[in-house]
């Protein structure tokens, strides 16, 4: 019988974890387990960072973006001494089992631990949508939005001023932010790590644009591209256009998690404890069909996950 869990945040940050820890949290209660949140992800399980959690604890915390729980890297917890501390830890403390709410990153460690006799449940929480088992990531939405909105503002002093404004988006292994704000926005072209690009074409678009009477250009590019500002300024010397680049950065990582994080942070939470009060462990929460299911994690984390390319065609084919 399952009498406590604990939960963590682990890798970056993403709107919607707080949802997931709430959901997690109340659940297990409503189970009759214990909960005890680990802060500071797999650094404070080794160093014992842990605290009981109650209903109260969680209140008032779904609409807040980050993670209450905090979360950092830990370099010890990649070695077998640092797992095997994690796990003398866990025994301490009674934990029949862990929620994992991160990245790839996290869930080989979660893979780790569960190897050690820890069952752990991984909730994938990224802004990127870069996990391959899974459709949808927690954060993914919220991000987009606070990028669409930063670049409509953006627009309009870029169309004051007849520029080109080359928006630099956070997707450091992947495109998904930076083509779907595109299409989004009506920028020119998204500059994806899936599709690369030919600054050429780029330019000939523009122009093209700004001779049928469009006094101003927005170009998307994922962090992942990087070369920003060199593309403005590529763009300036080959047009004559005043080009800028601006880096969104962080940002996008923060602010109140939008309902579809929160719905889909809950309803995975929600199924991570029905998975740890089964006995069942060593496994990965996704959505597949637009519906919850789980994976193995050693599985997740061999799958790749194609681009689909059709927002990007339809960009390419509605941008002029």
């Not at 949140?37 to 209140?59: C, F, H, P």
């Not at 070695?79 to 862990?98: F, H, N, P, Q, Y």
């Not at 927690?138 to 669409?148: C, S």
Request: aromatic residues 4%; negative net charge.
């Amino acid at each position: 019988m399952v009498k406590s869990i604990g939960v963590l945040t682990s890798g970056g940050d993403a709107p919607g974890m707080n949802a997931a820890v709430r959901s997690v949290t109340r659940a297990a209660l409503n189970k009759g387990m214990k909960v005890f949140g680990i802060r500071r992800g797999y650094n404070g399980l080794i160093n014992g960072d842990i605290i009981e959690m109650n209903a109260r604890t969680v209140s008032g915390i779904i609409q807040r973006g980050g993670t209450v729980l905090y979360t950092a890297r830990c370099p010890e917890f990649k070695t077998e001494e640092g797992v095997l501390k994690a796990k003398s830890m866990c025994e301490k403390m009674g934990l029949d089992g862990i929620v994992v709410i991160g990245g790839d990153g996290s869930f080989r460690g979660a893979a780790d631990l569960s190897a050690h006799g820890i069952p752990c449940i991984g909730l994938p929480g990224t802004i990127d949508n870069d996990i391959a088992c899974t459709e949808y990531t927690i954060g993914y939405d919220t991000a987009m939005n606070t990028a669409m909105e930063m670049v409509d503002k953006l627009k309009d002093t870029t169309q004051s001023h007849d520029r080109c404004s080359v928006v630099e988006v956070m997707g450091r292994r992947a495109g998904y932010i930076a083509v779907n704000v595109a299409a989004a926005v009506g920028a020119e072209c998204a500059i994806t790590v899936e599709e690369g690009y030919d600054l050429d074409e780029i330019i000939k678009k523009i122009l093209a644009n700004r001779s049928s009477g469009k006094t101003h250009s927005v170009i998307i590019v994922s962090e992942g591209i990087g070369n920003s500002e060199q593309i403005a300024r590529d763009i300036e010397e080959k047009t004559g256009i005043e080009s800028r680049a601006t880096i969104l950065g962080h940002v996008q990582r923060g602010g109140s998690p939008t309902l579809r994080d929160r719905i889909v942070a809950t309803e995975m939470g929600y199924y991570a404890v029905e998975l740890l009060e089964k006995g069942i462990g060593n496994r990965v929460i996704g959505l597949k069909d637009n519906k919850v299911y789980d994976v193995d994690i050693q599985e997740a984390l061999t799958m790749t996950k194609p681009f689909d390319s059709k927002i990007y065609k339809i960009l390419n084919d509605t941008a002029y």
